[in-house]
């Protein structure tokens, strides 16, 4: 705890990006979350957090149901490419990582699917056209 609110303190961020995807099978999703907001219940008092929101987004699971979603990032095909190889550079998602259901792609590939479906979902609503977009909630606490 005290590496991330050292972290907080010293940065003062404007925004935090946590995984918010509570259903990944590796449970790190959730472990990272509480601790950052076990961190953030130790910093909320200080002038900087009242400027401060938390964004969560979800992993290759699952993604945010249209309606849920308060902010979205458009992805670039150059983007796309350097989050695939950000995620293979990770070394657990090199060795066979456990999936949910039926599906058995690897997670770049179902992270990639995800943010390509996003993209599709605000096109056919009738918003710009974009590779891929990445989709958050903002955490209410």
């Given at each position: ?23 990944d099978p590796h449970g790190t999703h959730r472990v990272c979350l509480d601790a ?40 670039s095909p150059i983007e796309l490419s350097r989050k695939r190889e950000a995620i ?32 599709k979902l605000y096109d056919e609503l009738g918003m710009a056209e974009y590779e ?10």
């Amino acid at each position: 705890m005290n590496i991330i609110i050292d972290l907080l303190e010293e940065v003062k961020p404007h925004q935090i990006f946590a995984a918010g995807d509570l259903s990944d099978p590796h449970g790190t999703h959730r472990v990272c979350l509480d601790a950052i907001l076990i961190a953030l219940e130790h910093v909320k008092m200080e002038d900087w957090m009242t400027n401060c929101w938390v964004w969560l987004y979800r992993g290759a699971w699952a993604e945010w149901e249209a309606d849920e979603i308060e902010m979205s990032v458009p992805i670039s095909p150059i983007e796309l490419s350097r989050k695939r190889e950000a995620i293979l550079r990770h070394q657990s998602q090199k060795e066979g990582a456990m999936f949910m259901g039926e599906d058995e792609r690897e997670f770049w590939e179902r992270a990639e699917q995800r943010n390509r479906s996003t993209a599709k979902l605000y096109d056919e609503l009738g918003m710009a056209e974009y590779e891929a977009m990445e989709a958050f909630v903002k955490y209410y606490p």
